[in-house]
């Protein structure tokens, strides 16, 4: 549990590990839409549930995760 604990609340994240994550995020991401079938499925969501929050991937959108900022992150993760 002293371990659990202390990935949680103590969270170390070096800007380049920060940098190499993001890429293989958006790398994944564009990887989905190399199957036909999740590609239909999340236009699908999309057009379906527009303008809310189901009509969003799960795995996010490669265009926001490629420009997100470290510090943005650890505000979130400091403040929930």
């Not at 380049?16 to 590609?39: A, G, L, M, T, W």
């Not at 549930?49 to 926001?64: M, V």
Request: hydrophobic share 40%.
């Amino acid at each position: 549990i002293d371990i659990y604990s202390d990935m949680l609340l103590r969270v170390t994240l070096p800007e380049d590990d920060f940098k190499r994550e993001r890429n293989v995020i958006v790398q994944e991401i564009n990887q989905i839409y190399d199957e036909p079938e999740q590609f239909l499925y999340d236009e699908f969501q999309k057009h379906l549930y527009a303008g809310q929050l189901y009509g969003r991937p799960i795995i996010g959108d490669a265009a926001e995760i490629a420009v997100m900022e470290r510090a943005k992150l650890t505000r979130y993760i400091d403040t929930h």
